[in-house]
Nanobody, 129 residues
Framework: EVQLVESGGGLVQAGGSLRLSCAAYGFTSESYTIGWFRQAPGKEREGVSACICSGDDQRPLYSDSVKGRFTIVSDNAKKTVYLHMDSLKPEDSGVYYC????????????????????WGQGTQVTVSS
């Protein structure tokens, strides 16, 4: 059974930084897509970032709203993915969900919310102005 466990959320002032972590327990594949979605109150879940990972090869993808501010890194040996978030804005606030799937996605499919088999419980990120 695969279990995704997030940590690292919290409260930060605008312009600050946070690092989210997601440990993928029971995940044995060497090729997968792993990443993050977020959901703000009253809004739909949106893709934030994903890593198309195959062995040591990692291809990061980002939404336009976070490109240049967020960095995703996957540690294949630890089956852990990190999301480094810099220059945070109030509009980055929301519940951040770790997601994973055994299919290698592409620039179009990575942000489709229904295409991920595994989801974490979510961690709250609040950015104050």
């Amino acid at each position: 059974e695969v279990q995704l466990v997030e940590s690292g959320g919290g409260l930060v002032q605008a312009g600050g930084s946070l690092r989210l972590s997601c440990a993928a327990y029971g995940f044995t594949s060497e090729s997968y897509t792993i990443g993050w979605f977020r959901q703000a109150p009253g809004k739909e879940r949106e893709g934030v970032s994903a890593c198309i990972c195959s062995g040591d090869d990692q291809r990061p993808l980002y939404s336009d709203s976070v490109k240049g501010r967020f960095t995703i890194v996957s540690d294949n040996a630890k089956k852990t993915v990190y999301l480094h978030m810099d220059s945070l804005k109030p509009e980055d606030s929301g519940v951040y969900y770790c997601v994973a799937d055994l299919f290698l996605k592409d620039e179009t499919s990575w942000s489709v919310v229904d295409d991920y088999e595994f989801w974490g419980q979510g961690t709250q990120v609040t950015v104050s102005s």
